[in-house]
């Protein structure tokens, strides 16, 4: 049995998301933006990011940071670097991802919420050189100050991401969806829809 992969027009039929809301994501993706992916646990991040995935172009190459095999490629473009908790010392797991980033080159970078590299240092190091969609935990309405505590990463990189998209879920009907998307503008997210 095969794992389903969402696709845009699934999030839309089921309520996550609207047309408009992927007009701007797919803008986004096809300008190359920094996208954040922000919610709580179970709120969607990665079946959205698997929808995102839908605008890449085929001939764009996708490196996704996961962890424990979290994410099957279902795109011939995808190369996926699994990481794990391996005996390896945390540095030295970190370096082995920036360099098999820098080696494949990729058009987009996914980092899918993981804890087994130092992300705050695979940002500092590449965010201006490649562009990223990434997923972090957010479990208040702080947007800002929950990504730099679960990301490690400080307000100067924060306010590298160009699109942060807040996912919120329905804890009495299991609902989730886009809640808002906004723009990061002057160090401040600013809302577009």
């Keep these: 049995m095969g794992v389903y ?4 027009e699934d999030l839309i039929r089921y309520g996550s998301a609207t047309k408009e809301q992927f007009e701007v994501l797919k803008k986004a993706i096809l300008s190359k933006k920094d996208i954040l992916i922000v919610g709580s646990s179970r709120s969607g991040k990665t079946k959205l990011v698997e929808a ?7 001939n764009w190459k996708v490196a996704v940071i996961t962890a424990y095999g979290e994410f099957k490629p279902f795109k011939p473009n995808i190369i996926v670097i699994d990481t794990q908790f391996d005996g390896q010392p945390l540095e030295r797991r970190t ?3 920036i360099s098999k980033i820098m080696t ?3 058009d987009y970078v996914v980092v899918d919420t993981l804890h087994t590299i130092d ?5 500092r190091e590449l965010i201006d050189d490649y562009a990223f969609i990434v ?18 990463i ?13 996912l919120k879920r329905d804890w009495r009907t299991g609902m989730k969806k886009i809640n808002r998307i906004y723009e990061v503008k002057d160090g401040e997210l600013k ?3």
């Design 154 to 166: 400080d307000e100067e990189t924060f306010d590298k991401f160009d699109i942060v998209v807040e």
């Design 135 to 152: 997923t972090s935990l957010a479990l208040t309405d702080d947007i800002k100050g929950e990504v730099r505590h679960w990301l490690r």
């Design 119 to 123: 992300v705050a240092r695979l940002f």
């Design 5 to 8: 992969i969402f696709k845009p």
């Design 191 to 193: 809302l577009i829809i």
């Design 52 to 58: 995102l995935m839908h605008f890449i172009p085929e």
């Design 104 to 106: 494949l080159n990729p």
């Design 95 to 97: 370096l082995d991802v």
